[in-house]
């Protein structure tokens, strides 16, 4: 019988676990898991949005380009006329809507590569 007690009173001396402690613990993991899908969930739907507004970016470029065009035109026509205000606001507008294109077009082939990544 001795050694039983004494077993219980090197039971009773050893470090008590707190389960509830853990429990808690695994819970706070739950729910960061939980956060974490919430979060994640939003991506795949922003993405999307993304592409999106990258084509239509794309096409305002290409709208851009063919408006230069015209412009080029009139600026020509002008030039004919001697309608040098005309042809120098033609002109203006020509390399300004180059430069907006162009720029606008690099940032939509950028904007749609890095989606492509995600």
């Known amino acids: 019988m001795s050694n039983v007690n004494n077993i219980l009173k ?8 707190e ?11 739950d729910d960061l ?10 991506a795949p739907k922003l993405k999307d ?8 970016l794309k096409s305002v470029s290409t709208e851009l380009s063919k ?8 600026q020509g026509m002008a030039k004919e006329l001697g309608a040098d ?5 033609a002109k203006t507008l020509v390399d300004t809507t180059k430069t907006f294109s ?3 077009g ?10 492509k990544t995600i």
Not at 10 to 17: G, R
Not at 19 to 29: F, N, S, T
Not at 33 to 41: E, L, M, S, Y
Not at 106 to 115: E, M, V
Request: hydrophobic share 50%.
């Open 10 to 17: 090197k039971i009773a001396k050893t470090e008590k676990i």
């Open 19 to 29: 389960l509830a402690k853990y429990k808690v613990e695994l819970g706070a993991i």
């Open 33 to 42: 898991q939980d956060k974490f899908k919430t979060i994640a969930a939003r």
């Open 49 to 56: 949005q993304i592409v999106k507004l990258a084509l239509e």
């Open 67 to 74: 408006l230069s065009s015209d412009f080029v035109k009139l």
């Open 85 to 89: 205000s005309v042809e120098l606001t």
């Open 102 to 104: 162009n720029e606008w």
């Open 106 to 115: 690099k940032a939509a082939d950028n904007i749609s590569n890095a989606a």
